[in-house]
């Protein structure tokens, strides 16, 4: 069975200090991994997507990599607007195109 | 730039009701999905619909739950006679159709049956 998991469940940290987040995954093939930032009480708002091993991606201060088994979601110098939930999806290739979500990090910065 | 919009955002019913939770999916997209998150749980897949039919549908998505897209518009998930159980954020989401591109998520309709 195709698994999704988070680590830390939670995360604090100071204004600025950098940190990353943990997605590990098991699947028969991956097609996609996609990370997704959640404020309490909304959807889940898309990031970024990566679909080989070694691919990175950027969007102001976070980075996303991906090795075969893990992704990280880095957060260099991050702000007190950072804080969110930051979740995982993997899509699996092969059968179900249905994207299977881990259950997060939940991260807050302290100014 | 385009989004996923619900009503209602908040809905309280009592257990055996029936509630239509509605969506107004991204106008391009093709394909439509809900999803629900219990509190303090993970995003789970209910179902996926395309071309006017259920596509994939997870074990949560049985008899009591049905999805209709009624107009060229809007994407409803309908729960029958709710439970308990049921009571959690819904969320709806779009995709353009490529297999490996990223759903849209809506802000969700926090139901809470009493």
């Known amino acids: 069975e195709d698994q999704v998991t988070q680590s830390p469940e939670a995360l604090r940290l100071q204004e600025g200090e950098s940190s990353s987040l943990n997605c590990s995954y098991t699947?028969?093939?991956?097609?996609?991994l996609f990370w997704y930032r959640q404020d309490p009480g909304k959807g889940p708002e898309f990031l970024f997507t990566?679909?080989?091993a070694g691919e990175e991606k950027e969007k102001e201060r976070l980075k996303a990599t991906l090795t075969k088994k893990e992704s990280f979601l880095h957060i260099t110098a991050p702000k007190p607007e950072d804080s969110a939930t930051y979740l995982c999806a993997v899509q699996a290739s092969g059968g179900s195109y249905i994207p299977t979500f881990g259950r997060g990090t939940s991260l807050i910065v302290h100014p | 730039e385009p989004e996923v919009t619900q009503t209602p955002s908040h809905q309280v019913t009592q257990m055996g009701q029936e509630v239509i939770l509605r969506c107004v999916p991204i106008?391009?997209?093709?394909?439509f999905y809900w999803y629900r998150q219990i509190l303090g749980q993970k995003v789970e897949f209910l179902v996926s619909f395309y071309n006017n039919e259920i596509s994939e549908k997870s074990e949560i998505f049985d008899d009591q739950f049905s999805v209709e897209r009624p107009d060229g518009s809007n994407f409803t998930l309908k729960i029958r006679s709710t439970k308990l159980e049921d009571s959690a954020m819904y969320f709806c989401?779009?995709?353009?159709?490529?297999?490996?591109?990223?759903?849209?998520f809506g802000n969700g309709t926090r139901l809470t049956v009493t």
């Open positions: 106008s391009n997209h093709l394909y």
């Open positions: 990566l679909y080989s």
């Open positions: 989401a779009s995709g353009d159709g490529e297999a490996d591109s990223p759903l849209h």
């Open positions: 699947v028969s093939g991956l097609r996609g």
